[in-house]
Every structure is written in structure tokens, then in C-alpha cells.
């Protein structure tokens, strides 16, 4: 080698060794924290199965968490401590932990230290680790190989199949119920999809029976984000099964773990579908629709839209869609000549509405819709079906999604449980194409009117009073530790996600001194530790409870007792509302009784003169007496003053 080579050498030598020192240092001197603690893994069994869980930090408290099965409650586990990768090695209490190495916590949710360390014996700082686990509820531990992806979907097109994964089920005693690889795990919903806490839906290569209920292949996984009570749409789910003859889908609460990591509590439910031990219906001469919002269309699926705008989207059509797009174009829109019509009968078939549609099951649909007042009536998520498609009767149901219900609404009338909203039809703003024409329609005839209140008095009347009674206390009883978890792991994010919470009277029914108030009904509580501090479950079931007293009270009133009403409508649209939803409340006052709980919205810039009849002009102020239906409406006047 010429003195010229070797000098070359040297230097290229010199240059490497050089930059080894320096990433050495740069890595020494970067904090290796988050990546070495979403490495660390905490391996315990149950019933004989390995469990893999991972540590999640509170970062605003600065502290770890290890969120364990209900199985493990009370009682010390033994855990393996494994490194993603072989990296680093861990610190608890003093003790160093290498890899494989055992680590026993004694089960009574004492705070540990907690210090990680880089494969270098670089420290990446010592926090508190608190061990927690919940109770009285199965916990499903999923597997998938793509989890990045589930979880950072921003785009409803963007939401992907998982072609690989496995599921583990134990129950709260620690047993292991269901061990099945996953054909398809992926993101669900619309909104909720939207929000850090997904909900979830899968399907096994196999029906396979969970929580009680019957075989199937697919199953979804609610994650009641926007229901700061969770217990919305089981109290729904039960009241449609505990009254309604035909399939309703059944639901369990559940704890998800997705690769390990806690996703909180869950709702498992059937999914809603045609098959066996499902909606049993002859797929071949069936047709499945589902209303659908506008906004909400997608390119490559099929929809018909009546004459007077209600989008269903159409389901089990045959090779040849156009022609039987057209055959299902024919039947609603002679269902809604036939709903339109003054005697009820349309002028396309000449056929009366029973004649159309299955009166017993529209009937049961629309008291699903009234008792929980849910916010999406008559527009969205309101399934039919047809089962011969030669002499078509179209049925409603199964029933489905109620998060926003029950008080926890984005639209102001549906937070007034004394008022008969699903006969209203405007329930969007003017001008919206979504609006509940075809729900409202029915209550204007007579004999579906008669049908649903004696529907009322003789079935659901006893179902929604056993619901008030003892469901709600049931099932909150039952999550109040997982709801604990759960609301420490998503932190003040819930109380974005949540429609409208506690002791929020923005839409002010029943005290007749109301004012718009944003307040976050965010109250902390210290009780059962810090980790407690985000726990408000009681004040949202208290919402709950009370919405369904007040609306049981007033149904009792309109069709038991048989009380005479006047409706009242009030208008709202002052400015600074927000005219993105209908401001418009409904009240249904007993004739010849004083109105109550009139709002009184008021903003600085702006002076309220009241509300003013829009017939005869009068100034109809809280207290006045009712004696027939009318429309007041508000009028505020710029005052420029800021």
C-alpha cells in the first residue's frame, strides 16, 4: 500500500470513528423515553394463556400506568418483563429487571418507581407506575398487525380491512372463552370514527358465540365516546329486544386491549346484517334499506331518494340494479304519497299506507325513536327491509345507534323530553336536506297513531319503566370501575366528544329562568385516589335518569292518561346561535296550563325583546296560558354595544 493509500485510509478511518463518537453521544443525550417504554412489555397469564399488556403515560401527571383485566383485581401478578426488540432494561422500586426477568405486583395499587434505561445503561428518567385493574367485565384482547394505522385514520375512505389478527377473550374470573384468529378487524362508524377512542368492527373465519349471545361471524365494538354515561345504547338495545317480537341486535360491555395497549370499555354487539341468528330474511327476494344523510353518500354505493328527499341506501340489489333501483324508486315513493296523502292513500297504487308498510313494526320503530329521543330520527341510521320482493311490504327495523340520545343531543329539541319530537318534522334547519318526513308523516294518521299508543300502554310503558328503575342502576353498578379506567385513560378529550354535559342548560327546558351557558360540566372529584379526578359518571347517568322520567311522565300523560296538548313552537334564530343546527323547541303544553322553561338567550351586543305570537303579534312571556298550538317567535335587537 503507497504512503498516498494509507493516508486515505487513515482519514476515511479517522472520519468514521469520528462519527461514531458523535452518534454515540446523540443518542446518549436524546431522550429514549417514549420509545423504551412503548417497548416494554408486561407478559401474565390467565388461565393458563400469555397476556400482553403495555404501559400508558398520564403525560400531564407525569406518570405510568399498567391497566390490567378485571381477572387480576385485588390479587398480586406475576408478570414477565419483556423488550420489544431486546432493547433496554428496566428499574422498579431499585430493583434492575433484565430482559425475561419476573416482576410481582402485590395488587393493592401501590405507586411504584418506575426508571427505564437504554441499551447503553443510558437513563431515561424515573416516574410513578401504578397498577390498576377493573372489574366485573370480560376483557377482549386483540391482536393485529397493523395497529398504527387503525388508529391514526383521519378519512372514512381511508379505513382499512386487517387481513391478520387473533382475538383472546377473558372473562372477569379469568377464564379464557373465545381464542379465534381474526379474518377482518377495522375501524367503524362515521363521527365516532373521527374521534382518538375508535370504535371497532371484526369478523372470525367462523360464527362463534360471545358474552351469552348467538353465533355469528361479525361483531362491532362501540366505543360510546359521545356518552359520557355509557350505558345509552345498551339501555336502547334492551328496551328494543324486551319489546319488540322481531331480531334486534343484543350488546355486552366489554374492555378492549388493541396490541396490548388499553383502549377502555366497549360495547360488543351483534352486528346489524342478514344472516342466521341475525335479521333471518331471504337474501335472494329481499331488499335491506337504511336512511341515509346526504353528506354521508358515497360514489360507489347504491341510493334511491324519494320524491320529497328522504336518501335510503339500498342494499341486496340483483346484477341488473337498475331495474330494480327503479322497482325500490316505485315503492317509497308510493309509501310517501300514501304518508303525504290527508286520507292515506296514494295516488300512485291507489293501496292505503297499511297496505305499504308493516304498521306494527313502523310503530315500534317510531317509540324507539320518541322514548330515546334520539337526534338522528327519521334521518340516519333508521333500517327497512322487504322480504318479497314481487308484492313489496316494507318493515322497519333492526334498530341502531344511540350514543346521542337521551339529553346527549346536538340538536335543541331533542334535549325537551316532554315533547313528542319524532312527529316534528323539521328537525334540521330550513333548507337541509336531512329532515324526519317520513317518522312525523306517520303519527299524522290516525290508525298508526292509535297503534303506537296502544303499543305504548300495553308493551314498552312496563319496559321503559323497568329501564328507569332498575336497568340503569344494573349496568351502572355493573361499568362504574371500567367507566373509572376508562375516563382516566381518555382524560379531558371525552368532554369534547360528549354532545352535551351535566348541568349544561344551553337549551334551557323546565326552569324558566334559563340563559345560554357553555359551561363544561367538567367537574373533577378526588375520591379513590388521584386517578379518580376525571371520573363524572353518576352526573351523566343522573341525565340519563332524569330525561327518561320526564319522558315516561309525559307519554304517560299524552296516552295513558289521554291528557289534552297544545303544541307550542318556539323559534330561535338570533345570530350568535349556531343556525348549523335547528334552534327551534317544541314544547307540548296541557291546553289551558301555564308555559314553562321558555329560554332566554341573550349575548352581549344584543337585547332580547321576547317572544312574539307570529299570528297575532302578541308578547308571549314564561307563565302565560295555553290554549292552542302556535308559533312564537324570538326577536333580539343589535345593540352594537361589545
Known sequence: MTFGNKMRFFVVVSAMLMLAAVLTVSYVRTDHEKELAEGLIFECAADGQKIEVRLWEDEEEEKYYLFLPSCFAGKPTEFVLRYEGGKGTVGIDGTVYKRNSLWT??????????????????????????????????????????EED???????????????????????????????????????????ATLDKKPFTFTFQRPVSLCGMKPACKWNLLANATDGAYIRNKLVLDLANASIDAYEPDGEFVEVYLNGVYQG?????????????????????????????????EEDALYVISDAGQIFAAGFVSAKPSEEISRIQYMINDIERALMAEDGVSTLSGKDLGELIDMDSWAEAFLIQEIS????????????????????????????????????????????????TASVCRSRPEGNANQNRWLSAMYNNPEFQALT???????????????????IDKYTEKIRRSALLDALKWHEKRQDWIFVHPGENRWAIGDGKSTENDGSGNERVSAEGMYARFSD????????????????????????????????????????????????????????????????????????????????????SEGALICEDCILEGIWEETGEQ
Open 105 to 146: 405486583d402485590g395488587g393493592k395499587e401501590e405507586i411504584h418507581k418506575l426508571a427505564l434505561k437504554g441499551p447503553l445503561g443510558t437513563s431515561a428518567g424515573e416516574k410513578p407506575l401504578q397498577v390498576l385493574a377493573s372489574a366485573n367485565l370480560p376483557a377482549l384482547m386483540i391482536s393485529a398487525e397493523d
Open 150 to 192: 387503525i388508529l391514526d385514520l383521519t378519512e372514512f375512505a381511508n379505513k382499512k380491512y386487517i387481513e391478520t389478527g387473533n382475538l383472546l377473550m377473558v372473562d372477569e374470573s379469568g377464564s379464557v372463552v373465545c381464542r379465534e384468529n381474526l379474518e377482518k378487524f377495522k375501524v367503524r362508524g362515521n363521527l365516532t
Open 265 to 297: 370499555m366497549y360495547l360488543l354487539t351483534e352486528a346489524v346484517e342478514i344472516g342466521e341468528n341475525r335479521l333471518e330474511i331471504p337474501e335472494q327476494d329481499s331488499w335491506f334499506l337504511e336512511m341515509e344523510l346526504d353528506f354521508r353518500m
Open 373 to 420: 329521543g334520539d337526534h338522528d330520527t327519521g334521518i340516519a341510521s333508521q333500517f327497512s327491509y322487504v322480504t318479497d320482493k314481487e308484492n313489496p311490504l316494507l318493515y322497519a327495523g333492526p334498530v341502531w345507534d344511540f350514543d346521542g340520545v337521551m339529553g346527549n343531543v346536538n340538536t335543541p329539541m331533542f334535549g325537551n323530553p316532554a315533547a313528542l
Open 453 to 471: 299508543a296502544e303499543k305504548y300502554r300495553e308493551v314498552f310503558r312496563e319496559n321503559l319503566g323497568w329501564a328507569i328503575e332498575e336497568g
Open 537 to 620: 359518571l353518576d352526573q351523566h347517568v343522573d341525565m340519563v335518569r332524569e330525561f327518561l322520567l320526564q319522558k315516561k311522565d309525559f307519554l304517560d300523560r299524552l296516552w295513558v292518561e289521554k291528557r289534552d296538548f297544545c303544541v307550542v313552537e318556539v323559534r330561535n334564530e338570533a345570530p350568535f346561535l349556531n343556525q348549523d343546527y335547528n334552534q327551534t323547541l317544541y314544547y307540548w303544553v296541557e291546553k289551558g296550563t301555564p308555559l314553562a322553561g321558555l329560554p332566554r338567550y341573550e349575548m352581549e351586543g344584543y337585547d332580547f325583546t321576547g317572544y312574539f305570537d307570529r299570528e297575532s303579534g302578541e308578547n308571549i
